[in-house]
């Protein structure tokens, strides 16, 4: 298995552009988190998914974040728009109940 | 709210010594982890402590969870340059893993 798939995995943007960061978990893993790291606040949750339905998004910063998980094989976070303190590496973490996560190699986002 | 706060947060060693990290939890977790992330790159996952008094060895590192005292260790046996990295022990339950700080370790000849 290819692991946890992040794309882009380096992404530079101007302040108010929308920016889509995409997530493919590893097959079986019926839970799915994004988490967001800064030197700032270490890393946060800011969503997770189970069987593809959002649990809980109270770590999502406010309305500009919107996350979906279509399919069990795709999931997104949205950031519309952008400013320059959404800058941060953003992972993605799948699992399958355990509680062990498995993390993709994260994007990292500069918004200018 | 679970806390979990890790001590030391920086740790300069040196190799072939031995040195333990802390990892404290604010209010009992039903499990505990520990992962180990290099410089710009992912977390991997170490450990799964999944009761109190669980130990975990691999290789120079050992974990071991005392769910009473809302404490988890990380000790290193003969630290090499290899073992350079930071170092999280987020606890919690299925749904919401809380990270702490992390502890950057730095392994100097």
């Known amino acids: 298995d290819a692991g946890v798939i992040q794309s882009p995995r380096h992404e530079v943007t101007e302040m108010g552009q929308e920016v889509t960061l995409r997530c493919k978990p590893i097959s079986g893993h019926d839970y799915l988190f994004w988490y967001r790291q800064t030197m700032m606040r270490g890393l946060e949750l800011l969503i997770y998914f189970n069987n593809n339905v959002p649990i809980d998004d109270s770590g999502m910063p406010e309305d500009r974040f919107s996350a979906k998980m279509p399919n069990a094989s795709f999931s997104t976070l949205k950031i519309q728009p952008s400013e320059p303190r959404d800058s941060a590496v953003y992972f993605c973490?799948?699992?399958?109940?355990?509680?062990?996560?498995?993390f993709g190699e994260g994007s990292r986002l500069t918004v200018l | 709210e679970l806390k979990v706060e890790q001590n030391p947060l920086f740790l300069s060693m040196q190799e072939e010594k031995n040195y333990t990290i802390y990892c404290n939890y604010s209010?009992?977790?039903?499990?505990l982890y520990w992962y180990r992330q290099d410089p710009g790159k992912s977390l991997e996952s170490l450990f799964v402590?999944?009761?109190?008094?669980a130990v975990k060895q691999e290789g120079r590192l050992m974990a071991s969870l005392d769910t009473k005292a809302r404490l988890s260790t990380l000790h290193i046996t003969a630290a090499v340059h290899d073992l350079s990295a930071t170092y999280f022990c987020p606890g919690g339950s299925q749904g919401n893993l809380i990270f702490g700080k992390g502890t950057k370790l730095s392994v100097k000849p």
């Open positions: 973490a799948g699992g399958q109940g355990t509680g062990e996560l498995f």
């Open positions: 402590l999944l009761s109190n008094g």
């Open positions: 209010t009992t977790s039903d499990r």
